[in-house]
């Protein structure tokens, strides 16, 4: 919004030409949300917990050491949703389309959260919105999406997929593109709810694949440096670097309440948004397959419950201790926090795996 109001008034006034630096609106976008998060947390987290007083907030088949999490409210996905879509819509170009699609993602993935969420609060128990529901709603959303995005893409990319490591090579997937995207951003989703298990675990690993992707959306939507990369140019989608932005500060204001022990957790509502909106970013740039790089983390937890629930079916025995990855490591005897960092770690290298597919052509 500040981007289509004060812009315009460059040529009269040279300090509004900062707003036509991608640069300066990316840190006002992070700084924003961090901001908002600072602001609205401490009442958020008090009503969240009114609200959910006497719930139950403990998954059903988890180790007994988490016991001592419940009553730490959830939901507060929500102080994620609003930071960053306030923000996004404050420092991005309203007129770029993607940034519409990949907020439509967010927040319609975010409302398929929240409700799983309230259901598992009203209902009592761990189940919450049917399987089947959940993902009828986020194809909804991801085809809406994938079908806006494909016609706003140039004509010669928007039914590709680009392989990293590989200079100009593309594999054509015609009309099955539709269904490729909508994998990506319902798994990139999925993958971060599995992940979701631990004090701070998934909100870092997301504020970095947000801040890489920030990187490579600024890279991707500018002729020279794409050419100079050799990675598909998308005219437009370097200001989806501004929702990267706004996601890294969301989350850094997110994870000062959700640090071990955390005073909140995000739940559905903020997983299952954040993933989504990665996927959808992701899908735009071109960079599907590198967000499985980035992504690494929550790609390793979602395979880790695959295979267990693969091998226990088949053979009748399970491969971990427990599934997702991390409550394994916890049945190993592993404090949360040194699960924690270590995960973090293990994100931070695999981001810059992901990043050095920009330049190994």
């Known amino acids: 919004m500040l981007y289509n109001l004060l812009a315009p008034l460059a040529d009269d ?19 924003t949300a961090m901001i908002i998060c600072f602001v609205i947390g401490p009442a958020m987290i008090e009503k969240l917990r009114a609200v959910q007083s006497g719930s139950l907030t403990k998954r059903e088949h988890l180790p007994d050491n988490h016991l001592a999490k419940v009553g730490t409210p959830t939901m507060g996905g929500l102080m994620l949703l609003i930071s960053v879509t306030i923000s996004t819509l ?11 699609y990949a907020v439509l993602v967010m927040v319609g993935y975010g409302i398929i959260g929240f409700l799983d969420d309230y259901l598992k609060l009203t209902k009592k128990n761990s189940k919450g919105l049917p399987g089947r529901y959940k993902i009828l709603g986020q194809l909804f959303f991801g085809i809406i999406a994938t079908v806006g995005i494909m016609y706003n893409l140039p004509d010669e990319i928007s039914q590709k997929v680009a392989l990293p490591f590989l200079k100009d ?37 997301v504020a970095i694949a947000a801040a890489c ?34 996601l890294v500060g969301a989350s850094m204001g997110f994870l000062w309440f959700n640090a071990p022990p955390a005073m909140v957790f995000m739940g559905d509502t903020g997983s299952l948004a954040m993933g989504g909106v990665l996927g959808a970013i992701a899908v735009v740039t071109k ?52 699960i924690v960092i ?7 290298i695999l981001a810059l795996v992901g990043l050095s597919t920009l330049k190994l052509r």
Request: proline content about 3%; overall charge neutral.
């Open 13 to 31: 006034y040279a300090i509004f030409n900062l707003m036509r630096y991608l640069t300066f609106r990316t840190g006002g976008a992070i700084m």
């Open 90 to 100: 404050l420092w991005a170009d309203l007129g770029n389309l993607y940034v519409w």
């Open 169 to 205: 090579f593309f594999i054509n997937l015609s009309w099955f593109f539709v269904p490729w995207a909508v994998v990506v951003m319902i798994g990139a989703s999925n993958a971060v709810n599995l992940t979701d298990g631990l004090d701070g675990l998934a909100i870092v690993p």
């Open 213 to 246: 992707f920030g990187l490579i959306s600024y890279l991707v939507g500018h002729a020279i440096y794409s050419e100079y990369l050799h990675i598909t140019y998308v005219p437009g989608s370097g200001e989806l670097a501004i929702l990267c932005g706004a």
């Open 287 to 338: 960079h599907e397959i590198v967000l499985g790089i980035v992504g690494g983390l929550f790609v390793l937890e979602t395979v880790s419950v695959i295979v267990q629930v693969a091998s226990f079916k088949l053979t009748g025995k399970r491969v971990f201790a427990m599934a997702p990855l991390h409550h394994h490591f916890e049945k190993k005897g592993w404090s949360e926090p040194t």
């Open 342 to 348: 270590r995960f973090w770690i293990i994100a931070v």
